[in-house]
């Protein structure tokens, strides 16, 4: 099953609007400047899960399949997840959007982020527990 590309961006939309229930409005989501800062938060959130987080490479032209998302996240209990990252204005590619359609169409658990925030939405919206 195919989804449309207005679909897939109405899912990815909905991804990025998510925020999780403990987020202080006081306080303001981290800003980044750089989308390597995003990814070192990430790697760190996944380190201490204890789960194997897979980094495409910023510093070089990719050499995996264009649209590749930026990590792609073994977690416990044999669950996967595919992470893009994104700062500020920028958006996917048309790659990137034909990747998350293949994912979404192999029922693959994956997420645009533009904040740490936003990934731990995203698990706390599957669901998924995890090791404190």
Known sequence: MRISQ???DRMIARLASVKPSNTDPSKPSKIYLYESELHD???AECERRGWL?????MDKRATNQKGTPDFIIAASWGVVFWIECKIGKNTV????????NRLSTLNQRFAVIRSLDEFLAFLKLHSYPHKL
């Open 41 to 43: 938060d990430v790697i």
């Open 93 to 100: 590619s048309d790659d990137q959007t034909a990747m998350l």
């Open 6 to 8: 207005q679909d897939a």
């Open 53 to 57: 987080a897979i980094r495409s490479r």
